[in-house]
């Protein structure tokens, strides 16, 4: 309302209330009292996170800080047309159902316009269900799983799916001379397992498949496949750590592959022999300020006392793409984020395109690789 509206309405107020003791101090003091809600409002985010639980093997509270960092760093810059962005986070424990339940908590609240982040499969999809059902967005899903991505269309996956980290390893391991492969697929991946099986298997490599159950047996028998075979192994960062070490134990210097999942590079650091281990990952790499986005990153986690990780750079690339979506929005909300979301083809996060496809999935242009160096240290 400009000026003269608000003078204009003012004088019909008075009018209206002559004769009823009301004066113009006091109507002008209602207005000091209700202010216009909608410009003071915060745009929230919102995340269900495991902080906390004995059997989570991986916390969330790097990834709290990355989106929160984002938020932080958004916010000095002028927050999002002039709002302040809050970042609004829940715990659970790494149990599936009470992500379902924290989700549906936290979109109740008409303030919360996306959800954002996630860690474990499970809990990752059932985010990705319970905010679909509320029509609520769900960005930077900490996953490359195809059935969670794109879910009803609402969910926006920021990394390559499993099948084309799988089609990058089979390029690795062909560059380097392998021509049989001895794959291991975790219970966490089976809904992808044909596919990623299928792309192992593209450029040429045998392969022969070990049932996840293998990892159960106290000494998995991998010496008996001979001198020149890869390893590779696509699970949860429990199985990615057990596959490495049984492998080094039995063949010390065999090429091994495995798939990005959570923390793993600070897991795989701890491991002895881990040496020489190639690691795919959907997002750049956060120690790397070659990119503009790792360098916002790394300055917007200057306060921060977590290191750098992939799963938290994620986390902070997913509060950027919805601020970047939410300045091109008028009125500031769901229903305009879904549009703005649903119209836009490529998204450039200083350095790491991003595209948007008509089904709602989000992909990396790339998938990137490191490798285990002999410090422990990793090598792009």
């Known amino acids: 309302m400009d000026r003269h509206e608000l003078i204009a309405m003012i004088g019909a107020w008075r009018r209206r209330m002559r004769g009823h003791g009301v004066s113009l101090l006091a109507l002008l003091a209602l207005f000091v009292a209700h202010p216009a809600r909608a410009e003071a409002d915060p745009v929230v985010i919102g995340a269900s996170l495991p902080l906390s639980g004995a ?3 991986v916390n969330g509270a790097a990834l709290r800080d990355g989106l929160e960092a984002a938020a932080k760093q958004i916010n000095a810059r002028g927050g999002v047309g002039g709002r302040m962005l809050q970042v609004r986070v829940l ?4 149990d599936p159902e009470l992500a379902a339940q924290n989700t549906r908590t936290l979109v109740a609240d008409p303030e919360v316009v996306a959800m954002a982040g996630c860690l474990g499969e499970a809990a990752c999809l059932a985010i990705a269900k319970a905010a679909a059902k509320a029509g609520v967005v769900f960005v930077g899903p900490g996953s490359g799983n195809p059935v969670l991505c794109g879910q009803n269309g609402l969910a926006y996956c920021l990394r390559q799916d499993y099948v084309a980290e799988a089609a990058r390893i089979c390029r690795e391991l062909h560059t380097i001379g392998v021509n049989r492969a001895v794959v291991l697929v975790g219970d966490a991946f089976i809904a992808s397992k044909e596919r990623v099986i299928e792309a192992l298997g593209a450029c040429g490599i045998r392969i022969d498949e070990l049932p996840p159950s293998a990892l159960g ?3 998995p028998d991998l010496s008996a496949y001979p001198e020149g075979s890869g390893f590779a192994v696509f699970g949860d960062t429990a199985d990615a750590l057990a596959f490495v070490s049984a492998v080094r134990q039995a063949q010390p ?4 592959a495995v798939m990005s999942s959570a923390h793993l590079f600070e897991w795989l650091q701890q491991i002895r022999g881990a040496r020489g281990v190639l690691v795919t990952h959907g997002v750049p790499d956060p120690d790397l300020p070659t ?3 790792v360098r916002d990153y790394q300055t917007a986690m200057e ?6 990780s992939h799963e938290q750079f994620e986390a902070f690339e997913a509060v950027q793409v919805i601020a970047r979506l939410l300045r091109q929005t008028q009125p500031i909300g769901r229903t305009a984020l879904r549009t703005a979301l649903a119209g836009t083809d490529e998204l450039d996060l200083g350095g790491h395109v991003v595209s948007l496809t008509s089904s709602g999935e989000a992909r990396a242009s790339r998938v990137f690789v490191s490798l285990v160096s002999p410090t422990g240290r990793f090598m792009q």
């Open 253 to 256: 210097v065999a090429p091994v």
């Open 291 to 293: 990119l503009a986005i």
């Open 217 to 219: 047996a106290k000494d």
């Open 303 to 308: 306060t921060f006392v977590t290191a750098y």
């Open 91 to 94: 715990d659970d424990g790494g």
């Open 55 to 57: 059997g989570v093997i």
